[in-house]
């Protein structure tokens, strides 16, 4: 001014444009604020640590203030028995359990019942180590003691099938013979296979095996 480069009109003018740039900025900086807060205020935040397992909502899509956006499983992966009612009175707390999952064989223990009946169904906890966690609410093949009685059980090995009938191997007196033995169930015990045998062979018998 003083060189009367500028005149002092333009300079206010200036002055003023600078004036109106600045408010500009700080208006636009408060309302990013604004929306970098309800951005936050907007967050879903989960109440724990846990496997999300089902998501109702749509990406993009509007949601009211108490609606679920999705469901979290939390406190590990355990596997969950309905038993027919009839079976009830035979289930005992603490009781070994075998399941088959995925092929994979493995033991559990019956760790609670509950005692309400479900629709006819006795609900029960089965603890298991290295459960597969892969699905959740698979359907598994478990066995589990409803009920007690004596059974004559030989090796699977042991028994020897010809012409269609069932051989045992019995040693008596220093020599072996063959009985000719009708066999029930095969079942899988810790030790191995095992057949039952209804008739053929009585307790005391040595069974040879192969």
């Not at 994979?104 to 006819?120: F, H, T, V, W």
Request: glycine letters at 10%.
């Amino acid at each position: 001014v003083d060189k009367s480069v500028i005149t002092a009109q333009r300079l206010d003018q200036l002055r003023t444009e600078v004036d109106v740039a600045r408010n500009q900025l700080a208006a636009t900086e408060a309302q990013r604020s604004v929306i970098v807060q309800q951005g936050a205020e907007g967050d879903v935040i989960a109440p724990g640590d846990g496997r999300v397992l089902t998501v109702p909502v749509t990406r993009g899509a509007v949601v009211m203030a108490g609606e679920v956006v999705a469901t979290i499983g939390g406190g590990g992966v355990f596997l969950r028995l309905a038993v027919p009612e009839r079976h009830a009175a035979t289930l005992k707390q603490g009781a070994a359990i075998r399941i088959n999952a995925s092929g994979k064989e493995s033991a559990g223990r019956l760790a609670k019942i509950y005692p309400q009946i479900d629709n006819g169904r006795v609900i029960a906890d089965v603890e298991v180590d290295n459960l597969d966690t892969d699905f959740i609410d698979a359907r598994v093949l478990v066995q589990l003691p409803v009920a007690e009685r004596p059974a004559l059980l030989v090796p699977a090995a042991a028994v020897m099938t010809r012409s269609g009938i069932d051989f045992v191997r019995v040693a008596s007196a220093g020599t072996e013979t063959e009985r000719a033995v009708v066999t029930g169930e095969r079942m899988t015990r810790a030790d191995g296979d095992y057949f039952e045998i209804l008739t053929g062979l009585a307790a005391g018998d040595v069974v040879v095996t192969p």
